[in-house]
C-alpha cells in the first residue's frame, strides 16, 4: 500500500519547540496539552498573529524538534512490511521545506531513493493519492476521506500525548523528563505560571529518583 504520512505534530513534536520559543521570547508558558485549536497562534495571547508565526523563521528550527514517541518505529515497521511511505508537509517557505526534509534525513525517516519523491508539499489533502493517510488536523483527515472512492483507503487521525499515567515518552515534560521514581511511577516536570512543578504520576510531590 501506498501510506502518506504528514510531518508536523504527526512525527515531528514542532509544537514543543515553538511554545519553548514563545516562553523564551514572551515569557508566558503554554501546556502542551491545554492546544486545543489547530491555530495554535489563538493561545498566544503576549504577541500578535504575525509575530507568533516569526518565531518559526529561524533556519535553525528544526535542529532541536524532536520526533514524537515512537514516530520512527512507526514509519520503520512499515517500510519493512513493503508499504510505500511518503511524507506531507504545508511549507511556509522553501526554506522551510528544506529544514523538514533534513530533519526527515537526521531522523533516518527516508528509506533509500530519491528524498525529493519523499516529501510532497500540499495543502489540500484531498489532492493526494494514497490508500492511508496518517494526519494530526481532522480536516485533513476529512478532506482525505471525502476523496476516497469507498472501500480504497482512509486516514487515520493521530493526537498528541500529554502528561499520562506510566507514559514514559511524554512529550508535556521539560527536558530530560519523565524519570523512573522509586516507587515505580514517573516524575514528571512541567512549568506552571512559569514556575517549574516536578512530581510523580503515583507519589505526587514525594518522588525519589532512582
Known amino acids: 500500500m501506498k501510506i502518506v504520512i504528514d510531518v508536523d505534530g504527526t512525527l515531528a513534536n514542532n509544537l514543543m519547540e515553538w511554545l519553548i520559543r514563545y516562553y523564551q521570547r514572551y515569557g508566558e508558558w503554554i501546556q502542551p496539552n491545554t492546544v486545543t485549536e489547530y491555530d495554535v497562534t489563538s493561545v498566544m495571547t503576549a504577541c500578535t498573529k504575525e509575530e507568533a508565526f516569526a518565531l518559526l523563521d529561524d533556519l535553525r528550527f528544526y535542529m532541536t524538534v524532536r520526533p514524537l514517541p515512537y514516530a520512527q518505529q512507526m514509519v520503520r515497521d512499515l517500510q519493512d512490511a513493503g508499504h510505500v511511505v ?3 508537509t504545508k511549507s511556509l517557505s522553501i526554506h522551510d521545506y528544506a529544514q523538514k526534509r533534513a530533519w526527515l534525513r537526521r531522523h533516518e525517516f527516508f528509506s533509500v531513493g530519491d528524498e525529493c519523491d519523499q516529501l510532497m508539499v500540499m495543502s489540500d489533502r484531498s489532492m493526494l493519492r ?7 488536523y481532522r480536516k485533513h483527515v476529512d478532506d482525505f476521506n471525502d476523496a476516497q472512492p469507498v472501500g480504497t483507503g482512509g486516514a487515520i487521525l493521530v493526537g498528541r500525548l500529554c502528561h499520562v499515567v506510566q507514559n514514559d515518552h511524554c512529550n508535556s515534560c521539560v527536558s530530560a523528563f519523565p524519570r523512573w521514581c522509586r516507587c515505580g511511577g514517573l516524575i514528571h516536570r512541567e512549568l506552571m505560571d512559569e514556575v ?9 510531590p514525594l518522588y525519589r529518583r532512582r
Not at 197 to 203: E, N, V
Open 86 to 88: 511518503t511524507f506531507v
Open 130 to 136: 494514497a490508500n492511508i493517510l496518517i494526519d494530526d
Open 196 to 204: 517549574p512543578r516536578t512530581r510523580c504520576d503515583r507519589c505526587g
